[in-house]
């Protein structure tokens, strides 16, 4: 078993930047590729973006250039670096574990994210 804590949210400026951390306990998660994900009030949950357990990272189109993935397993902790924040951006953040492309086994609860314009 894998647990998911994520931090890091918060309320910010547009054009703001914000570090979420998803951080695992139970299990080294070295061997799981990771996902962040997000779902606004009314909308369902969308992709954001991953790092395979080799640490190649993919993003959804909405966030690409502006957030960076990025995995420390040492620390047992996957960050989303988010920058140049919209108020669409605006969701609650959730992280997974699991196996690419589709097979999440784990998910943490969530931090949310509120961009004012």
């Known amino acids: 078993q894998v647990q998911l804590v994520e931090s890091g949210g918060g309320l910010v400026q547009a054009g703001g930047s914000l570090r979420l951390s998803c951080a695992a306990s139970g299990r080294t998660i070295s061997n799981y590729d990771m996902g962040w994900f997000r779902q606004a009030p009314g909308n369902e949950r969308e992709f954001v973006g991953t790092?395979?357990?080799?640490?190649?990272?993919v993003y959804a189109d909405s966030v690409k250039g502006r957030f960076t993935i990025s995995r420390d397993n040492a620390k047992n902790t996957m960050y989303l670096q988010m920058n140049s924040l919209k108020p669409e951006d605006t969701a609650h953040y959730i992280c997974?574990?699991?196996?690419?492309?589709?097979?999440?086994?784990?998910w943490g609860q969530g931090t949310q994210v509120t961009v004012s314009s």
């Open positions: 997974a574990a699991g196996r690419l492309p589709r097979n999440w086994v784990y």
């Open positions: 790092v395979s357990w080799r640490g190649i990272t």
